[in-house]
């Protein structure tokens, strides 16, 4: 097992006593300072970074699922797989909503009745939802859904990316 620290170079090594690791005897100075900065500072300044980065993603997410892209897509895309195995968690409403691509009118809500098969699942399990007329697009709003996802967190129901 190689241990990270200073090390004086004596033959032949003393692993018995690990005499030669000198770590703990460099009390200040610019080296000190080097070892503190390596071994204790970043690592927790990366594990902070870390969920700084979660934590942005996640209320990034959050407002950007309360609007809808306009023009809408005509096709959306979920970015995580269905399984038959994958038990699904959530409560609340969301709209899934059949819009004109000119004027953003809303033409259909899509469990009013819409013709053809606006859902299906693609080849990698995951659920595709496609507009079915030329000029029309879909537009998702969360509103109070809450997803519960790996992990135990709540999301909110558009899991969807444009394609």
Not at 18 to 45: A, M, R, V
Not at 97 to 111: H, K, S
Request: hydrophobic share 40%; charged share 10%; proline share 6%.
């Amino acid at each position: 097992m190689v241990r990270l620290g200073v090390y004086i170079w004596r033959f032949p090594p003393d692993t018995a006593n690990e005499s030669n690791d000198i770590t703990n005897s460099i009390l200040d100075g610019q080296l000190k300072g080097l070892l503190d900065l390596c071994y204790k500072i970043l690592p927790n300044f990366q594990s902070a970074l870390d969920r700084l980065n979660d934590v942005f993603t996640t209320q990034l997410n959050t407002f950007h699922n309360q609007g809808t892209a306009f023009p809408p897509s005509a096709k959306l895309t979920a970015t995580q797989p269905l399984q038959a195995t994958n038990a699904f968690a959530a409560t609340g409403n969301v709209h899934i909503l059949i819009l004109n691509n000119i004027t953003g009118d809303v033409v259909n809500p899509i469990n009013a009745g819409l013709t053809g098969t606006p859902a299906s699942l693609n080849a990698n399990s995951a659920m595709v939802l496609q507009a079915q007329t030329v000029g029309q697009g879909i537009a998702i709003n969360e509103r109070d859904s809450a997803v519960t996802v790996a992990g135990g967190q709540t999301r909110g129901f558009p899991l969807f990316r444009h394609q």
